[in-house]
């Protein structure tokens, strides 16, 4: 693959991959996404029924794109939506949002991995979250990963969080060229916004992660994804979570070194896990009511 500012597939063919961007009022974002995938030939919007532009812009941004409507209910179910009745054209589906790019170099990497897959059913990849026109590495827990292209019909998705979690028997593998992720690209109070939705899914993984053994053996797994979800095991259990939070993205995984967006962006993450600890003892101390209430009403 030979890339000079927009990414081209060598020979000028595009690559047999479809690639789905899930959208809710994207039209700030929506055209930056599509001008990054023109390497893919075929790439389909599903839209949550956006009541602004982004319809249009996609079709004015790439003539040939495919564009579904289906409600959302949650990633996990507009993912599997997705797969099931997008009618994808190639095996291979890659999933990338409306406020994410491609670059030259992942899409070399994407193309490299397709065309000799071995015995993968799927990838994991990462992106570089841009804040403030900046790259944040170090707070963000990069290289984190998440399952984006696969194969058709090998994997499932299923709500977990404000997220989703891949359902799948076969090998996966990783790709460690990231695609750029502009988080923030609608305004910070935006991003905000979204982030006490999110609070609200995140407080009820919690929940369940309370209910769920340690497993401190997976602090010292070299795992990433094991050793990610035996740290929101521990956090579940305590309501200093956003000062752990600060001083762990902050110090130990080094946002300082980022400078003032680094400081901001980890503030704006301890103040979304002050949200997040609040509304669990919220739930918690509503269970303990309606349980103490329950066993006053027992006859006897």
Known sequence: MTVTGKTSIEGGVSLPISVIVLTFNEEINIAGCLESL?????????????SDATNQRARQTRP??????????????????????AQPRNPWV???DADERSTPA??????????????????????????????????????????????????RFRKEGHGQREVTEGPLGYIAEPYDHFLFSKGIAEWIRRQEVYSSNETELLLQFRREPLRLRDLLTREPLRRRRCLKRLAARTILRPFFSFVYFYVLRRGFLEGRPGLLFCLLRAAH????????????????????????????
């Open 106 to 155: 992942f899409a070399e990497k994407v193309e490299a991995a397709i065309r000799n897959p071995g015995d993968k059913v799927g990838f994991y990849l990462s992106c570089r979250n841009i804040f403030l026109d900046r790259w944040i590495k170090h707070c963000t827990l990069y290289p984190s990963w998440q399952l984006r292209l696969l194969k058709l019909g090998e994997v």
């Open 38 to 50: 023109d390497w893919a030939d075929d790439v389909i919007v599903v839209d949550s029924y956006s």
């Open 94 to 96: 890659l999933f990338l």
């Open 273 to 300: 896990d002050i949200h997040i600890s609040a509304k669990l003892e919220e739930a918690c101390v509503k269970a303990e009511t309606s349980a103490g209430s329950a066993h006053s009403q027992r006859p006897g």
């Open 64 to 85: 040939g794109v495919r564009v579904v409507q289906h409600a959302f209910k949650d990633f996990g179910d507009q993912r599997n939506w997705a797969l099931d009745h």
